[in-house]
């Protein structure tokens, strides 16, 4: 079974400050992988997707930058951290032309003071 | 472009039967619709998924109209564990990538 881990699970951070933030996919190859934010109360909005390695897709910037460097790695960063960068951050896995149900991990907290 | 509508909020109490609705009414054909529930600061977590056909399991039944532009998520018995968001989503399958298509999604609220 596919299994997504996500790195840090939270974050407290100054603004101005870079970050890096990092999900892993365990049990398939080729997948579609998508990073989400979410502020507080909020609904989920997607950033980036990836349909394959080095390939990465901006749907809304915010400022961030998405790279995927190996088929079950997709990293999201940027080099100076806005306070508007709080929320909630989710990766997600799915295949196109296939039965199973997209699978998301368990989010990142991101405080920014 | 493929786009879900949900009502932003929904009440209910412990033992009803809840329908939680959801229009697509530009789906394709090929287009999945998945339901899933997310609590705050939790991922989602998958609830069901069907393409044309009704399906059942564990935690709901999901109906999909016939003309697939709508489809309604119905929870028997709810309890308090139950209240969450809960999220209709539609997967386009184009070329080699699966988008994922959000509507806002209908914070259900269960009181005792």
């Known amino acids: 079974a596919q299994t997504i881990h996500q790195w840090p699970v939270a974050e407290i951070k100054a603004v101005g400050s870079p970050l890096s933030l990092g999900c892993t996919i365990k049990?398939?190859?080729?997948?579609?992988l998508y990073w989400y934010w979410q502020a507080t109360g909020g609904t989920l909005q997607q950033l980036f997707y990836?349909?394959?390695?080095?390939?990465v897709e901006s749907v809304v910037q915010l400022n961030l930058s998405a790279s995927r460097p190996k088929d079950d790695q997709f990293i999201l960063s940027t080099e100076k951290l806005l306070l508007s960068h709080s929320g909630f951050y989710l990766c997600?896995?799915?295949?196109?032309?296939?039965?199973?149900?997209?699978?998301f991990g368990e989010g990142t907290r991101l405080s920014v003071l | 472009d493929a786009k879900t509508t949900q009502p932003d909020s929904m009440e209910s109490t412990e033992g009803e039967t809840v329908h939680l609705p959801c229009s697509h009414a530009t789906i394709s054909g090929n287009e999945y619709i998945y339901w899933y529930r997310q609590v705050p600061l939790q991922g989602p977590e998958y609830v069901t998924h069907g393409l044309q056909q009704n399906t059942t399991n564990s935690m709901a039944f999901l109906a999909i109209a016939s003309d697939r532009k709508s489809s309604t998520l119905i929870l028997p018995h709810v309890s308090l564990r139950d209240a969450a968001v809960y999220h209709c989503?539609?997967?386009?399958?184009?070329?080699?990538?699966?988008?994922?298509?959000f509507g806002e999604g209908t914070k259900l609220t269960v009181s005792s």
């Open positions: 049990g398939k190859s080729s997948p579609n």
């Open positions: 990836s349909i394959t390695v080095g390939q």
């Open positions: 997600a896995w799915s295949l196109a032309y296939n039965n199973q149900a997209p699978l």
């Open positions: 989503i539609l997967r386009v399958d184009q070329g080699g990538s699966a988008k994922l298509i």
